[in-house]
Every structure is written in C-alpha cells, then in structure tokens.
C-alpha cells in the first residue's frame, strides 16, 4: 500500500512540473517576405544532336564489292560513285534478256507479216475465216511477248545500275562496314551511312504546358542576333545561336511531353550527330518572377518545400516547384505568392506547426543575371 502512495505522489509531482513548464520554447529563426524579383535566366532542357538528313546506304543487289571510291569521313557530292558491286552476273543477264527482246521482236513482226497476208487472202474470200482468227491472235500473241522481253531487259538493266551505289544527297560519308571482297546482301547489308552536318539539328522534348509559349517561338521573326536558343557542354557554351524548326505534330500520351526541334549553323564541323547536349531558353515571359534564398529549401525524397509562418508565429511545411537556381536564389513556379513570409535560416531546427521567434528580416533575394 506504501508502494502505491509513493508511485501517485511521484505521477502527480511529474505533471505539476510539467505544468510548470508550459509549451516548448519558441524557435528562433531568420524570416523574409516573399517578393516578385525581375530575373533573366534559361530554361534548360536535355537535348541529342542528330542530323537533319541521314540514311543507311544498303546496296539493291546481291554480290562482292568490288570497288570503293571515297576516304571514309569525305564530304560527298549527290550522285557521287561510292561503291561498286560485282557486274559480271547482272551484265551477262542483261545481254541476255536483249537477246530475248530480239527474238521476241522477229516473232512479231513474222506474226505482224503472216496476219496482214491473211487478211488479204480473206478479202479475196480465198481463206477459210478460222484461219484468220488464229493469225490475229498469234499477232496479239507476240505483242504481249515483246512486252514482256522490253520489261525483263528494264528490270535486268536496273539490276547493272543498281550495282553502283551513289550519294544520294551532299553530305558527310561515315566509316565504311565493308571493304573490297565483302559478300553483301541486297536489302539487308549496311555499307555506310551519309548524313549532312551544316546545319545541324537538336531535338529535345517539352512538357505539353509550354506548347503555346514554344509555338509563339516559333512564329517570332527571326533575327541573324537573336541569342533565345542556345546549347552547352558543360560549362562551355556553343557560340552560335539556333533556330527553332520544328514542334512535332502531337503529344506523347505516355510521357504528356512533345519533341520539338532546333537549327544550328555548323561552318566549322564542331557539332557531329549523337553528341548529348543542354539546349538552354531564354525566358521570356516578361513577368516578374518569385525568387527566395536556396537556403530556405529543404528536400525529402525528391520533393522540395519551405516552412511558411502563418498565425501566430506558427508554421506550416508547403510543397513548392522549384524552377531553376541563380547564385544563391532559386526561381519558384508555383507553390508562394509574393508577401507570404518564410523561413530562411533556422529551418533544420523546425517541424510542422512549430512556433517561432523572428530575428531582423532579411532583405529581398536582389534581381538575378544571365546565367
């Protein structure tokens, strides 16, 4: 019974002094208003190189090379002979499919002969009518044959010229995939791929939201000094402006993002297709932007949020976008308004709801620059 008196008397002291005590102390922290800052900065995207026109060079018909007539990287000339296959085969099947067109053509006209003497015979009704029908069909009879001779000689002929393989546009020729005795197969070997490297091309995608602020781009007037589209790697920035080409014709329904394409001079071949790149975007909305302190940030599993003071001193966790970071600040898109107050210094130390003191307010992050 003593031992039960002592246990209440021990609760009832710890409570009282927990009354004692009162709430937790206020946190003391670093707070600054939120306001709307003018702020130049690009956008950025993952962009790959590619060029605008390429193709796989696969030879028409089946052989050995015979010849190749380029150093692998030449620029190319449209029409150019870059490779040759074997012609004897095609040649000899061409000679003979002439000699068949031959043949065909002395059918007809024997045929043409015989049908023109019974014609005549019949008007001397000194024929029988059966005799005549048989020579008018013999005579359609090797038209058609000539036909098909005139049609097999085309098809064998292309089969020569198809034995030649030729740039099929000015360009930039790769890295040979044969060489000379390389059994090639028609349709399905690659020789060699030419694509044009000036200009050059960027493709990047972006999210479904920008299509209208992409299009308005687009539809802008061009200008020789017009620095909206850039690309780097790295930290070393392409010294030459881009253009925007192409916005594809619809929304991937997987991803809600849409490919667009840039244009880039090319004069000096420092771009080559297949390089990975950051196309950079000027932003130009012309509005102000809300920007605070990075410091003010904190992230949990790839989220990111600020502690926001409310009534009462207290504040409350608020998930933000964060847009891009310039210096010491960060552009927010959505998520603070501008004259909300939040936490820049002290924030490790808080939790939802915590109730703070506030230092000497900090002065707006100041206007960003280019970067």
Avoid at 67 to 81: A, T
């Amino acid at each position: 019974m003593l031992y039960g008196s002592v246990l209440m008397l021990a609760a009832c002291g710890a409570k009282q002094q927990q009354q004692q005590q009162g709430p937790p102390p206020a946190i003391s922290v670093t707070v600054q208003e939120v306001s709307l800052t003018d702020a130049v900065y690009y956008d950025e995207y993952p962009g790959t190189l590619t060029a605008i026109n390429q193709v796989e060079l696969r030879p028409q018909v089946t052989g050995y090379i015979t010849g190749i007539y380029f150093k692998d990287g030449d620029k190319v000339r449209k029409g150019q002979r870059l490779y040759a296959i074997d012609q004897q085969v095609y040649s000899a099947n061409e000679q003979q499919a002439i000699a068949n067109l031959q043949v065909q053509e002395t059918n007809l006209l024997k045929a043409q002969k015989d049908a023109d003497r019974y014609h005549e015979l019949d008007r001397q009704d000194a024929i029988a009518k059966q005799q005549v029908d048989y020579a008018d069909a013999t005579l359609e009879a090797a038209k058609k044959q000539v036909e098909a001779a005139r049609a097999n000689v085309n098809a064998v002929r292309s089969n020569v010229k198809f034995a030649s393989i030729i740039a099929p546009f000015d360009g930039t020729i790769g890295i040979s995939q044969v060489r000379m005795g390389t059994s090639v197969v028609a349709g399905q070997t690659i020789l060699n791929i030419v694509s044009t490297d000036n200009p050059i091309a960027v493709d990047f995608t972006v999210d479904q939201k920008e299509i209208y602020r992409f299009s308005q781009l687009q539809q802008a007037k061009k200008d020789s000094k017009d620095s909206t589209f850039s690309i780097a790697f790295g930290k070393d920035v392409y010294p030459y402006a881009g253009t925007l080409s192409v916005i594809d014709r619809a929304v991937d329904p997987q991803t809600g993002t849409i490919k667009a394409r840039l244009n880039f001079p090319n004069d000096k071949h420092l771009l080559k297709a297949g390089m990975s790149t950051t196309v950079r975007v000027l932003n130009t909305a012309g509005t102000q932007s809300v920007i605070i302190p990075y410091k003010a940030v904190t992230e949990q599993l790839g989220e990111f949020f600020v502690y926001v003071v409310g009534d009462s001193s207290k504040v409350t966790q608020r998930k933000i976008q964060p847009a891009r970071q310039i210096g010491p600040g960060i552009i927010v898109k959505e998520g603070l308004q501008a004259k909300e107050t939040i936490v820049v210094e002290g924030v490790q130390n808080l939790r939802e709801g915590a109730v703070i003191t506030t230092g000497q307010p900090q002065p707006a992050a100041a206007g960003a620059s280019k970067k």
